[in-house]
């Protein structure tokens, strides 16, 4: 049986390369933590990925990947013994076995979403939605358009949202108005890889299959979180000139197409990392498929589930 083996220098010399680019890719978040300063972008990426910067500088391999001379990481999860004295190797198949419902769940998303016909007539109006006729907003920031203006857009357009973990987050008034009601067991049926957040998502599942993904894999998927979330603020109806972030007006045929362009931009890098993850997770001598996706294996784990 074939295994890339890697001795504890070259491992080490990984390990620590992947360290500094994580605390280059999150100093200005931990520094803003210092101050006690809040971001309305990009306390996203560690509010509702509930992945702290600690956890990123936490290297790993990726399955089937022997790590010689690491006892240290013996006891680690999802790390077996490798074929010689104090080796260790990432295990797919521990994984599958240990956590079933989610290995079903996280290798449907990575293999059915990329089959899917991306959409590109959303125009990013899941956030208008979310502060369609509202009291009260998530974010302590002005709208750009005035809240009467932002109900204007949201009625001149049809919702067409597709991702369930930003539905939820419509409005009352709002959900009525998405081309197709949204439900948490429908989610692997309406995925699809025009959507931004479904494109951010491939870094929850990156986070999710640990020690099975390469180090640089999952910070490659961290940084298209990190572009997708901007373009995705940039399109909403909040006004992020005290952040020197300029708008895209989807309300406008210009703005559109501006929109249009970089999510059919995403939807390839999505895929891109949908398969490179499939691919690192189960294209190992010791891996096993996952069990299908049943209904009960469908119901889709906490947002801030580690």
Known sequence: MHHTVLDRDEWQTRAHAHRVRVDELTAAHR???????????WDFLFTYYSYKPSLLRRWHPGAGVVLLDAPERAEW?????GPNPDSVVPDAAAFTADMPRLASLVDHMLRRVPQQAARFDCFGLHEWAMVYQADERRHEVALRLGQNGTDEVVESHRLRCTHFDAFRFFTAPARPRNEQPLRRDDQVRFEQPGCLHAGMDVYRWAVKLGPLVPGD????????????RLLDMKASPYDLSAWNIAPV??????GKAEYVEAQRV???RSNTLRRMLLHAWTATPHATRPPAATEKHRQHPPVTAA
């Open 31 to 41: 520094e803003r933590a210092v101050r006690g300063e809040k971001h309305p972008v």
């Open 77 to 81: 999860r999802w790390y077996a013994a």
């Open 266 to 268: 995403f939807a390839e």
């Open 217 to 228: 894999l999952l910070l490659d998927a961290f940084e298209l979180a990190r572009d997708i």
């Open 249 to 254: 007006r989807i309300e406008t045929p210009e």
